[in-house]
């Protein structure tokens, strides 16, 4: 059984993610280590395991296109990178972790796989929504960061897979 497309675009996000190191091979120039441990949808890290990167996605919305057999549709889909910071981090950090996010997204923002040798854009475009840092409730304390992105792509109509 096939993954569905959402499934495939929110793996490559993962993997990308995880390729956020100082160590080599770092070509692209993170500045963090938060892609030491990142997973898809994971809400309770331990402090030990920290820093760390869930990503979560949305509810996605669905656009007809007009077409002469109206069979495609387009796809919204929200997705929140969430990044987990130790306790007294402070917010140059934060800024520098969702830059380093930034960065990791840049790189391929149709986020293009290997189907039968040739390369193919999973999604036709990458918007960026918006960014910030994440306090703790009732303080000032910052606990993390978040980057949401909205990811368009096609299917056909009823079909999760392509």
Do not use: C
């Amino acid at each position: 059984m096939a993954d569905s497309k959402e499934q495939k675009l929110i793996d490559e996000i993962v993997t990308r993610l995880q390729a956020i190191r100082t160590t080599a091979p770092n070509t692209v120039g993170y500045q963090t280590d938060i892609g030491a441990q990142v997973a898809d949808s994971e809400t309770n890290w331990d402090e030990k395991d920290l820093p760390a990167v869930s990503v979560f996605q949305g509810t996605t919305e669905t656009q007809e296109v007009a077409n002469d057999r109206e069979e495609l549709r387009i796809h919204l889909m929200p997705v929140l990178i969430k990044v987990f910071l130790k306790s007294g981090t402070d917010a140059a950090n934060a800024r520098t972790a969702i830059s380093d996010v930034f960065r990791a997204i840049r790189q391929d923002d149709r986020w293009k796989v290997t189907v039968d040798g040739r390369l193919v854009g999973l999604a036709s475009e990458t918007r960026q929504k918006r960014h910030g840092i994440e306090y703790a409730k009732d303080s000032f304390e910052i606990v993390g960061a978040q980057v949401e992105i909205e990811i368009m792509y096609a299917t056909s109509k009823f079909n999760a897979e392509s």
